[in-house]
């Protein structure tokens, strides 16, 4: 079977059945793929992607760790998000074999194979690490967060695993750069994929110029200082979404839902965590003298929410910072 000159040639082992509903939706007629957007500049949102775009992001990442026909790739992740669905289209792309695993944190190992490349988010660092055998998997591409300074070593005591953190969102089909983990590199610098350049707007946020993609440019609301006009450093976001463990955490919604139960002013904002990327937190004002029982407001919240979205711990200040106007003035702990 052929799309657009790339041969689907590639065996999927597949015995969870988790990537079924996806290739089904890649081999029919329609010429694009929906998506939900990560939602870090807003709400989720579902968007079309179209299957050209995503087979020339697959050739990028192809040829740059050179993928090929006979060559292994592992995916943990789910296909229902970006990550997990560009994994599929690399092996269909390339006609390498695709073996899928069931998403977990605590690392599956359903399969004994040495692997060419694989894809995993922050939080499943440790668990592959400590699972896995010396060159079980040539290459690593870690997205859906930061990486933190302990994963970051942790990956660096594997010198057996060529370990890159990727920067990319749904609307650019997966990552759009890469930042190479290792003694030579620093973190956060991140070089394009060939074909894809950089640039700032007013704000001081990354431009991505992609004059082979459809969408041809896009702005970011990712906060960058340009090293060349194809490579960066990441320096953070410009809006109050936290990303954790690949999880966008809206800390409006969060705060809308658990309101009723937390009789003072607050606010939901991240620290970083070595697990998580960043975790949320909860942020309490109160000048009383006599303490109150935090464990029973969270357990509350957790009646409300997610588990994913609880804030791991309430932190209490006697005074909140505010603007002029009377409105909180956010900060990361």
């Not at 930042?179 to 074909?195: D, M, Q, R, T």
């Not at 990327?277 to 003298?289: D, F, M, P, R, Y």
Request: aromatic share 10%; proline share 5%; net charge neutral.
């Amino acid at each position: 079977m052929e799309y657009s000159g790339f041969k689907l040639a590639s065996m999927i082992n597949d015995p969870f059945n988790l990537a079924a509903d996806f290739v089904k939706e890649w081999v029919s007629d329609k010429t694009y793929v929906e998506a939900y957007t990560s939602g870090s500049t807003g709400s989720p949102k579902l968007i079309r992607l179209k299957k050209s775009d995503m087979l020339i992001s697959a050739k990028a990442t192809c040829e740059i760790f050179d993928i090929t026909c006979g060559s292994k790739l592992y995916l943990p992740l789910s296909t229902e998000y970006i990550a997990g669905k560009m994994m599929v289209v690399r092996a269909l792309a390339s006609g390498a074999d695709l073996y899928v695993d069931k998403p977990s944190n605590n690392y599956c190992g359903s399969y004994c194979n040495k692997f060419d490349l694989a894809a995993i988010v922050p939080s499943q660092i440790d668990g592959f690490l400590d699972n896995t055998p010396e060159n079980y998997c040539r290459q690593l591409i870690v997205g859906g967060g930061s990486v933190s300074v302990k994963q970051r070593d942790g990956l660096l005591c594997r010198p057996d695993i060529k370990s890159f953190s990727t920067y990319g969102m749904t609307e650019t089909c997966s990552h759009v750069a890469l930042s190479a983990i290792s003694h030579n590199s620093e973190p956060n610098v991140y070089k394009g994929l060939p074909g894809i350049t950089f640039s700032l707007d007013k704000r001081g946020c990354l431009i991505i110029n992609a004059p082979a993609f459809s969408f041809r440019q896009l702005v970011t609301n990712d906060t960058a200082e340009l090293i060349s006009s194809t490579s960066f450093i990441l320096t953070g976001r410009i809006d109050n979404v936290i990303n954790s463990g690949g999880i966008k955490i809206h800390p409006e919604k969060v705060e809308a839902a658990i309101d009723a139960v937390i009789p003072y002013p607050f606010y939901i904002t991240w620290r970083f965590s070595d697990k998580w990327g960043k975790e949320a937190v909860l942020v309490i004002e109160n000048s009383e003298t006599t303490a109150f029982d935090t464990s029973k407001i969270l357990m509350k919240i957790r009646e409300r929410l997610p588990h994913e979205q609880c804030p791991k711990e309430i932190i209490v200040l006697n005074e909140f910072k505010r603007t002029s106007s009377g409105k909180i003035i956010r900060a990361h702990l």
